[in-house]
């Protein structure tokens, strides 16, 4: 008996320790308030130690910041990907949205809430202890919502400014598979053809950012919804950057994704949305 105490005190903190933190979000204040397309407004950020209900102070650093966020509109017509602040005297992270900003990591807080409808909001954060964790949102933006219906895959942006061509190649293997994203960027010369894309910049320490997620996101509860950030080394001379993921058994055959890369050319953060079908066969 003696023995088995002595067992279940020892497995107690473990126990505490694996389970995940409170996750509190602000709108200008309020847990419930609605803002309006483009309306001034700040985000607050609070993790609480599940069992003593205090505010975590301690996070680690990931590509130069405390936070990623990404705010994706439900129908995935808008995304956006801001970095909060993070105070380590009250453990709150905020941000201005649709506010100036000088920072060139939060230029798409100019425009996080374009339109009314649902966002998703995915806030990462990494506790010093454990790997990278992520918490949902879900935010209403008031106004008449302009549904956009179908989820449209643009191999060019920026009116042309620049193409992107994708390729996934699955490897299976005995845990799961490995699937490599293939991004290749091209710009456009003065006569409307392509050529890869040169002096590509690192953007955060990566050559490229990328968000996966499920298309039909909204119909899951919020902790069950396929959602992942993935990173891509520099590109190399051909402009072609690899994202690589092994997934044991998220990714479901013939269903569609989205994926949004994310480069740095010409001193600005550029975003094209990808959508796939993805083939668990395909290399
Ligand atoms: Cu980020």
Same mark, same amino acid.
């Given at each position: 008996m003696y023995v088995n105490l002595f067992l #279940? /005190? #020892?497995?107690l903190p473990v126990t505490v320790h694996a389970e995940k933190p409170l996750a509190e979000l602000?709108?200008?204040?309020?847990p419930t308030y609605? %803002? *309006?397309p483009?309306? %001034? =407004? =700040? *985000?607050?950020f609070r993790f609480k130690n599940p069992d003593t209900l205090t505010p975590i102070k301690s996070f680690k650093d990931m590509h130069g910041k405390f936070m990623h966020a990404i705010i994706i509109k439900k129908d995935l017509s808008h995304f956006a990907h801001v970095h909060p602040n993070f105070d380590p005297s009250t453990g709150l992270f905020h941000i201005g949205l649709h506010l100036p900003t000088q920072n060139p990591d939060n230029q798409d807080a100019l425009h996080a809430f374009p339109q009314a409808g649902e966002y998703f909001i995915f806030s990462e954060i990494q506790l010093s202890d454990k790997k990278m964790l992520d918490f949902r949102f879900s935010v209403t933006v008031l106004g008449e919502e302009n549904h956009v219906e179908t989820v449209t895959d643009s191999s060019t942006i920026e009116d042309g400014k620049y193409k992107i061509l994708f390729d996934p190649i699955t490897v299976e293997g005995a +845990? +799961?598979?490995l699937v490599l994203f293939e991004f290749q960027v091209f710009t456009q010369n003065e006569d409307g053809t392509y050529i890869p894309a040169k002096d590509l910049q690192p953007w955060m320490m990566m050559g490229a950012h990328g968000i996966l997620l499920d298309t039909q996101a909204k119909e899951f509860p919020l902790q069950d919804i396929f959602y992942k950030h993935l990173h891509a080394t520099d590109a190399d001379d051909e402009a072609i950057f690899r994202f690589t993921y092994f997934d044991r058994g998220n990714l479901k055959h013939k269903k569609t994704y989205r994926f949004w890369i994310? /480069?740095?050319h010409g001193g600005k953060i550029h975003t094209a949305p990808i959508t796939f079908q993805y083939d668990s066969k395909k290399f």
């Open positions: #279940l /005190f #020892l497995a602000f709108i200008n204040g309020s609605t %803002p *309006l483009y309306e %001034p =407004v =700040v *985000l607050e +845990g +799961g598979n994310q /480069f740095r």
